[in-house]
């Protein structure tokens, strides 16, 4: 192994983050069976991890469900104290955790110094909530009965996490689960399975006991089968494109489980004329370019009034020409590799695409020559809406930049989309403000922000988007189920 990653993770103190070994039933496995992992700037090979099968598969469920009963027997603030121990070490650990994370996933090491602060306080908020999970009583509508609604934890629950945020992403759904009293099994994205082991070898040192916590590596089709078919799964969350998020869903009906998928986005950012410019580009930088472009909340389609056009796509261009593409381990670098290169190839045929239908490009000039993984930040205007970058997601930092003329015009073009994951309006007039609040056909809308994410949001989305939320009391009931229990003969 060489390399700059290769040579950051060799001086990690923490030599167990490496190991590669899969956490089953409270157990270290590694297979004989190995997959490489990759730092997706250079294409080094950075580590080896095991290579579950589907009978290692089957053992985890088996121990999740032996768990079950005395993990749902522990007082909720038991269960949070462990919760909180775990979001303890995370931070302890945060710059190791943040090194594998850039290493494995390629994102600039200071956004992955954000992703371990913002995974921690998922388990913190959790801690917490899984203390308020209120049943309710029901005004009785028969004569001498008391009418009750309960939540129970619905049980074993399985993860199928993606590659943009390696740890965010697991902490999310596990510590939802874990807080409503269920235990959890999670398949990370084979892309980045370090980061998901390292996080596993933290929740066993804050005492989450054996089978409650698991994470298996390896094929996502012959690891997830197993997941889909069997009965004692009752819970599946996914977070990744939508095609795999319909392959699940089906394959869920089998068993008929709860199923939550946090699925793509293709967010419209409409910025009106009687706002500052400057915000605007602010805003829309930030939610263009976050994760090196690679988010479901990204600015996809950047709408802007005709009135200050010519003056956004200055200030924007001035902005992104700025960013630097590089080594995510780089201090200077703004912009990382995508983690696939399936992704950025995608990202070049969108340009393409765009550009043979008419769009202008300035993208953002280099100095080094980077691998194919990279994309350099590029601006397209006069994008519209039958090129594919219009109508598809975009996950990589191609900023797509369509004019409009009026509210009207613009929400009907927002909502003409089958994603509905976020959506973000520029305004200065409250009014515009509270009617596109309800207009726009999305799961979460920021209002002149692009930062609203967070443990108390309910985040989801819409149409294609998804089903089910992740954080806030809605992400908690996603792991329970409700009973009815009617007393009678009062
Ligand atoms: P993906 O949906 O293939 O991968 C996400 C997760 O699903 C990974 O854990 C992967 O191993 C697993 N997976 C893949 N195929 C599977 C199958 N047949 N059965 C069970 N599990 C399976 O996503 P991708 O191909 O890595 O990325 C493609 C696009 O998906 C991206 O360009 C982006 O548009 C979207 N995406 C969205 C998110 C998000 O945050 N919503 C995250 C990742 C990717």
Redesign the pocket.
């Given at each position: 192994m060489a390399g700059l990653a290769a040579s950051y993770l060799q001086r990690l103190r923490r030599r167990d983050f490496v190991a590669g070994a899969a956490l089953i039933d409270g157990r270290w496995i590694a297979s004989e069976q190995k997959d490489v992992v990759v730092d997706p700037a250079t294409g080094d090979e950075i580590a080896e991890v095991a290579r579950c099968s589907a009978a290692d598969v089957t053992l985890a469920i088996q121990a999740a469900e032996r768990s079950f009963a005395a993990w749902r027997e522990l007082m909720p603030a038991a269960r949070g104290a462990i919760l909180g121990a775990w979001a303890s070490l995370m931070r302890k650990h945060s710059e190791e955790l943040a090194i594998l994370v850039t290493s494995e996933q390629g994102k600039p090491l200071a956004e992955a110094r954000c992703e371990i602060a913002y995974g921690a306080t998922f388990l913190d908020w959790f801690a917490a909530e899984g203390e308020r999970a209120y049943g309710e009583m029901i005004p009785s509508h028969k004569v001498d009965s008391l009418l009750q609604v309960r939540m129970q934890p619905i049980g074993v629950a399985a993860a199928?996490?993606?590659?943009?945020?390696p740890v965010a992403?697991i902490t999310r759904k596990a510590a939802a689960a874990l807080a409503a009293g269920c235990p959890i099994i999670v398949?990370?994205?084979?892309e980045t399975p370090l980061s998901a082991l390292a996080v596993a070898r933290l929740a066993e040192e804050a005492g989450v006991p054996p089978g409650v916590f698991q994470v298996i590596v390896g094929d996502?089709?012959e690891l997830?089968a197993p997941l889909l078919r069997d009965t004692r799964i009752r819970a599946l969350s996914?977070?990744?494109?939508t095609?795999?998020?319909r392959?699940?869903l089906q394959g869920a009906a089998q068993s008929v489980k709860k199923v939550s998928l946090?699925?793509?986005?293709h967010a419209p950012f409409l910025v009106f004329d009687d706002v500052d410019v400057d915000k605007a580009v602010t805003g829309a930088m930030a939610a263009k370019f976050a994760t090196s472009g690679q988010?479901?909340l990204a600015a996809n389609r950047i709408y802007v009034q005709r009135g200050i056009y010519r003056a956004f796509l200055e200030a924007f261009t001035a902005a992104m020409v700025k960013l630097k593409a590089g080594h995510g381990l780089k201090p200077a670098t703004d912009i990382g590799p995508m983690t696939?290169l399936?992704?950025a190839n995608?990202c070049r045929a969108q340009i393409n695409d765009a550009v043979k239908k008419g769009a202008r490009v300035i993208s953002a000039k280099q100095d080094e020559s980077l691998g194919p993984n990279f994309v350099l930040p590029a601006l397209l205007s006069e994008v519209t809406e039958d090129m594919l970058i219009g109508h598809e997601?975009t996950?990589g930092p191609i900023a797509a930049v369509l004019p409009f003329d009026s509210e009207d015009e613009v929400v009907a073009r927002a909502n003409s989309s089958e994603m509905g994951l976020a959506g973000y309006v520029y305004t200065d007039s409250l009014r515009r403000a509270l009617r596109l609040s309800e207009q726009i056909e999305c799961g979460m809308l920021g209002i002149n922000t692009a930062s609203f994410t967070g443990p108390p949001i309910p985040f989801g989305g819409w149409k294609q988007s998804g089903l089910g939320r992740e954080g806030s009391r809605h992400g908690l009931a996603e792991y329970m189920e409700l009973k009815y229990v009617c007393f009678g003969d009062l």
């Open positions: 199928i996490t993606p590659w943009n945020f992403m398949k990370p994205a084979p996502p089709i997830s996914f977070t990744g494109s095609q795999v998020g392959l699940l946090e699925l793509g986005g988010d479901c696939k399936s992704v995608k997601e996950f």
